[in-house]
């Protein structure tokens, strides 16, 4: 079943980031400052986006928003490694 949540491009890049991001400081043994503060950076950028600017649209999306990002593809940022 597809969500009834319509995403932009950009907020469900910025999720597949922070997944990965997380997925990969969970798989990290020791040198994981660089990992946290890019999460941290991530965080803060997903919870400011535009798109939550109603009050409740961020629980009423975070959800949806963490398993459309999950079926997400995209190409890499700039700078950034394909997974």
Request: aromatic share 8%.
């Amino acid at each position: 079943m597809r969500s009834p949540f319509r995403f932009p491009e950009d907020l469900l890049t910025l999720q597949t980031a922070w997944q990965q991001t997380y997925a990969e400081l969970a798989q990290a043994g020791a040198g994981t400052t660089v990992l946290r503060r890019r999460l941290i950076a991530l965080s803060g950028t997903l919870c400011t986006h535009p798109y939550w600017a109603a009050p409740t649209a961020w629980r009423a999306g975070s959800v949806e928003l963490r398993r459309a990002a999950g079926t997400h593809t995209s190409a890499p940022a700039e700078g950034e490694a394909a997974a």
